[in-house]
Structure formats: C-alpha cells, structure tokens
C-alpha cells in the first residue's frame, strides 16, 4: 500500500453535500479532478480488481485480507474486522460500523470471486483496471467489484465523518458466490459460524441496477426476489460397439434427439406480486404493441396461448421473468473416434419461478424428452427463498434518493433470472434487496462476458448513491 492510499485511509474530508451531488453527477472526471473521496474509490477498486479471485484458482482470502487492512488503517478496531479463511485460498470479510445500537443492524453484502476471464478473448488485460472511452473495463468490473470497493470506501468514510449511526452497519464480503456457494464456504459458512456477526434486520446485495436507455436514466431496479437455480444431468448409456458396424440404438443421437425437442419445449407462464408489478411499471416505456402485451399479461385470468406471451417471450429477458427455463449447457459424449458412444450426457441449467414444485420441473424434464433411456438426475440442492417484501422504510429512501441521481426513473421490483446469496440471506430470515445504484445501459450485458465494462461515470455516481442510501437507512448524524 503506497504513501498516497494509507494517507487516504485516514485523512477526514467533509464536502457540502450538494457540491459531492453535483461532481458525482457530472461524472466522466480525470483523476486529476476527483475529489478525496473518488480517489479512494479508485484506488480500493483498482487493487481489488488486481487481485485475481477467480473461483476455480484465485485467492479470495488475499483479497479479504487486504480489504481488512484498509479498514484497520483507517482507523477500524481489530475486533470490528475479521478477515476469516476457511479454506486454502478462500475468504470472507465481516466488518462493523458501530451505531448507538437504537435499531438493529444493517448488512451490506458483495462477494470478492469472479468468473473466468481469457486473456486471448478481450481487448484488455481482463485482471487490470483499464480506463478506456469513458469506462472501466476488468473482469470483475460490474459483478461484483464495485459494490465490495464502494462499501470498503464509503466505511472509511463513515469511520473518518465520526458518524454515529443509529444502527450498526456491518459489511460481509464473502467467497463462492458464482458457483452458487456448492461448497458452503461462502455466505453459508458465515450464517452457519458466525450468525451472530452478520445477523441484522435486513441486507442491501447486487441483483438490481439502473437502466439507462439512449443515456437517459429510465428505471432504478430493486431485487426482491430470485428463480431458484439447479442444475440437471442427462445421460443415455448403451453396450456401444465397432462404428464399422454402426446400429440405430446409438447414445448420441438418442440424447441429441430428447435436447431438440427441449429447444422446442416452453414452461407455461407464471406470474408473481413482483413480476406483475415489473411489468405493469415498464409498460409505460414501450413501444404501444409490447406495453399492450405487458398489460394484457397481467389480467386477472391471462389466457395462457395469447398471443402476447408469444410476443414477449422472444426478448429473452421478457421471457426469462414469464416462467421457468431449461437450457442445455454443456454436452460430451463417445469414448473414441472408431467406437460406438457407450454413453452420452448433457447438463441442463433450469432457472425456476418462485413457488413452483422443483419435483414438477424433474418430471416435466423427464416428460419432454420423451425417451426412457434418458435418465436425469438432479445435481444440485434446491435453494428455495420466499420473496422479500416491499418494505416501506427501504423502498421510501430508495424512491427519495432516486429522485435526485437519477430524475424520472421509476423504482421498479425485479425478480432475478439470475442467482446471488440473497436467497441463502432470505432463508435465514434476514430480508434481502438487490439494489446497486450502477447505471449501464439496457442493451449492454457483459457481465460474464468478454471485456466486462462500466462507465467511469456510473462508478463514481453509484458509490455517493450508496454513500448516501446507507445513512439515509441507518439515521443517526456526525459525533
């Protein structure tokens, strides 16, 4: 750590909170011009991005421990900061704010891994932060980076005010998020070891951002629920043979078969409060056809074969908040060039509504590919989390807040198509909302994809926005 960040750590800066208001929301600044408070931003950003934590061969405990060095610099007491490894190249961090303790706490979550990233696909050094024509790029850079050095950041910033919230804020940084947590080393470790240094009255986790379309800021999303994800094996296994004597009865083509009329197979729809309320709001940024099918979706006895489910359903995300999805995601099969395959086997990712039977979802599978020497077999446990409500107290704040980064935005509910930890937070009775505050555009998605992005502008923008989201929910005022 440089001269420049320890400095960083400690120094108290106390801005006009209209002047952070206005730079923030001008943004696209060199780094000449960022203020104290940007500058630290960046510089927990840029070495949390250079600490490769890739699930399969990173070091999330580096990335832990580095994080609970900052902190204890600037000022963190050592037993407010734990920087825990239960397993060789995996960490989680916990961390607390102290407030008068007149209501329970608040938990900020963000998970330190990231998924893969080749150096041959991007234009970029994935594992440096690069900025480019007004963006961050890294692996990373979105998902979930931003929100662990945003957290990190506006915790210094807290600790160097002398704010005294009236709860304690406590941060959790954890491991394993992108493979679903699989082998409970992540949030699952901390609510099963240390409940009691995490457990608050609600969490704040990514799942919901800001849309902008054309630039304009246009929805603030907040994520309240999540389809369950499993995963399923296929498998079709015969005696094989020479393929000099080929037989019909081959494990490929039985297997290829049963996927195609996969492809071709849809769930029926299914609805909830927090999808209806999705597109009863979005309707209104439509184009008349799409708004009439949002509309029309949300009758009281919508007609399954309308035509407005087929309409919406080609937009994938449309499609993938209207009803449960299987997808085949990988395949292999045969054992050599010159043999008949003794077997075939495929994985089908399945994304599952809320509330709907994981056993319905197996015999549906088993139904549609409609041949019994497919056998399937479910990989995963079922992490199944009701959704959290519409809390007033949050969705108030957030609809305030709103307001003034991001004029005429509407705050919308989602349903994840996705995954995060918030289901395993839901499950232990601790409420859990998506909310992120960065702003990318609708037609832009790179999360886990090729040169991963983020406007510079939205960085900084999205870190004063929680800066001041956390306060507004936390009450209290500077000592």
């Known amino acids: 750590m440089g001269s420049r960040t320890a ?20 943004g696209g600044a060199s780094a000449e011009e960022l203020t104290p408070s940007q500058q630290l931003a960046h510089d927990i950003y840029k070495e949390l991005i250079e600490i490769d934590t ?11 421990e580095a994080m609970a060095a900052r902190l204890k610099a600037a000022g963190f007491a050592e037993a407010d900061v734990h920087a825990f490894s239960p397993a060789p190249r995996k960490g989680n961090l916990v961390a607390r704010l102290h407030g008068s303790g007149a209501r329970r706490p ?51 910033r807290y600790k160097s005010e002398g704010y005294k919230p009236d709860r304690n804020i406590i941060l959790a940084l954890e491991t394993d998020e992108e493979i679903f947590d699989r082998d409970g080393l992540g949030i699952q470790w901390l609510l099963e070891n240390h409940r009691d240094l995490i457990d ?65 197979f849809s769930f029926p729809p299914r609805l909830n409060d927090t999808t209806r309320a999705f597109f009863e709001r979005s309707a209104q940024f439509e184009n008349p056809q799409v708004a009439a099918d949002m509309r029309a979706v949300m009758s009281d006895k919508p007609d399954p074969a309308a035509m407005s489910f087929v309409r919406l359903a080609v937009n994938p995300v449309y499609n993938a908040l209207l009803r449960t999805t299987c997808v085949a995601t990988m395949i292999e099969g045969g054992n050599a060039v010159n043999a008949l395959p003794q ?137």
Not at 7 to 26: D, E, M, N, Y
Not at 107 to 133: C, G, M, N, Y
Not at 206 to 234: C, F, H, M, W
Request: proline share 4%; aromatic share 8%.
């Open 106 to 156: 608040i938990l900020l979550v963000a998970h330190l891994d990231v998924v893969p990233a080749i150096r041959d696909d991007w234009s970029v050094e994935p594992f440096q932060l690069t900025e480019k024509d007004g963006y961050f790029y890294a692996r990373g850079s979105a998902d979930d980076k931003y929100m662990a050095a945003s957290f990190i950041a506006n915790l210094i």
């Open 200 to 264: 608050a009255e609600f969490a704040l986790n990514e799942g919901g951002g800001v849309g902008l379309k054309d630039g304009k800021p246009i929805r603030n999303s907040v994520q309240t629920s999540e389809k369950v994800a499993l995963t399923y094996q296929l498998e079709v296994k015969n005696r094989g043979g020479h393929s000099a004597v080929p037989v019909k009865d081959n494990a490929i083509y039985h297997l290829a078969e049963g996927l195609v009329r996969l492809s071709r």
């Open 7 to 26: 400095l960083a750590g400690k120094t108290r800066w106390k801005f006009p909170a209209i002047l952070l208001s206005v730079l923030f929301v001008a």
């Open 343 to 479: 077997l075939a086997s495929a994985k089908v990712n399945c994304r599952i509504m809320p509330g709907e039977s994981v056993d319905e979802v197996k015999a549906t599978l088993e139904r549609v590919l409609a041949d019994d020497q497919i056998t399937v077999t479910q990989l995963d446990k079922a992490t199944l989390s009701a959704p959290s409500a519409l809390n007033q107290e949050i969705m108030g704040a957030i609809e305030k807040l709103s307001g003034e980064f991001w004029p005429g935005a509407v705050v919308l509910p989602v349903m994840s198509a996705g995954a995060t930890d918030g289901s395993f937070l839901r499950n232990a009775g601790i409420p859990t909302y998506g909310h992120s505050g960065m702003a990318i555009d609708i037609g832009e998605f790179r999360i886990h994809g090729k040169d991963e992005r983020v406007p510079v502008k939205s960085f900084y923008q999205g870190s004063e926005y929680l800066y001041r989201l956390v306060k507004t929910l936390s009450g209290g005022g500077t000592k």
């Open 54 to 64: 890739t699930t399969a061969t990173g070091d999330t405990a580096r990335a832990a």
